[in-house]
């Protein structure tokens, strides 16, 4: 098993408390504490280069964030004010994406203890999101000649805005999201299938709808590796989601989704995504089911 951990802190945390940056230090230590892990399973990541950076975000985009110079519209957008220490987590979450899904490829799963950051465009960040993790580590296996077919299966309650742009006209990387329909991005983009859900849904029907997406994904795009983004803030007591998903509802997607693709021997790469309950228990607790459930079903 591999996992990836970032020792990079945003400290103090950001003005706006909605982000809780302490759940990627809880995560593992809860990990090791259940015995889910081992402290040989962890890694820091080294940063990514950057040219492979370039193979999806542009060059201008990418020396603003490199030299610091967003403006503060950008900043505001993104929602960190911007810092060499910011740049220095993402570029180290980017590669921890990549080593992730190397480890998957030979492996069958990894994790990144962070990731997920799909609001991040080519050309700009926003939410919270400077690199797109998932995009960086797709367009790296394709470059690289490692896969020839991606699939992203994200969960987040936000639409993958920025993943969907990126892979919009490149068909090796299949995007799919499925999201609170009035949630943030409030100007979706188009993925390749979106599955847009009403305020307040619960456990049955929305387990209902993945059951029924995962075989129609797996048996449609046949992909070399899945990228999945397991947001945990569909819980119904996230603070941003508008959904009304409990944490065994919660579990039982992610238990879906390692067995749909199990059956197929599918590698799987799993980034955090989003959780913004207000207890940060139910954040971690819920995380980390999300890793005991892959590692139980991948046998690892
Ligand atoms: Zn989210």
Same mark, same amino acid.
């Given at each position: 098993?591999?996992?990836? @951990? ?73 929602? @960190? ?70 699939? #992203?299966?994200?969960?987040? #309650? ?99 989704? @390692? ?20 207890? #940060? ?20």
């Amino acid at each position: 098993m591999k996992i990836a @951990f970032h020792d990079v802190y945003i400290h103090p945390l950001p003005p706006d408390h909605r982000f809780p940056m302490v759940k990627y230090e809880l995560i593992p230590q809860q990990l090791l504490r259940e015995g889910v892990i081992t402290a040989e399973d962890i890694f820091t990541p080294e940063p990514v280069e950057e040219e492979v950076i370039l193979l999806t975000h542009t060059r201008e985009y990418w020396k603003k964030l490199r030299d610091q110079e967003l403006s503060y519209r950008e900043q505001r957008s993104i929602g @960190f004010v911007q810092s060499p220490l910011l740049t220095q987590r993402e570029i180290t979450i980017a590669q921890g994406t990549i080593d992730i899904s190397s480890h998957a490829l030979e492996n069958g799963l990894g994790f990144n203890v962070a990731g997920g950051t799909h609001h991040a465009f080519a050309d700009k960040g926003e939410g919270f999101c400077l690199l797109n993790d998932i995009g960086v580590a797709a367009n790296y296996l394709l470059d690289k000649q490692k896969i020839s077919q991606a699939l #992203v299966i994200d969960l987040d #309650v936000h639409q993958g805005n920025g993943t969907a742009a990126i892979f919009e006209n490149n068909a090796s990387v299949y995007t799919f999201s499925m999201h609170g329909a009035h949630n943030y991005p409030f100007h979706k983009e188009r993925s390749d299938w979106d599955v847009p859900l009403p305020d307040g849904i619960t456990d049955g029907a929305y387990l209902q709808q993945l059951r029924t997406a995962l075989p129609i994904l797996v048996n449609k795009v046949r992909p070399d590796i899945v990228y999945y983004l397991s947001g945990v803030d569909i819980l119904e007591t996230d603070k941003l989601g508008k959904l009304k998903i409990t944490p065994d509802g919660c579990l039982e997607r992610d238990r879906l989704v @390692f067995d749909a693709l199990k059956r197929h021997d599918i590698p799987v790469a799993v980034v955090m995504g989003g959780g913004y309950s207000p207890r #940060v228990k139910d954040v971690v607790d819920a995380h980390c089911k999300t890793f005991s459930a892959g590692i139980d079903i991948y046998g690892q």
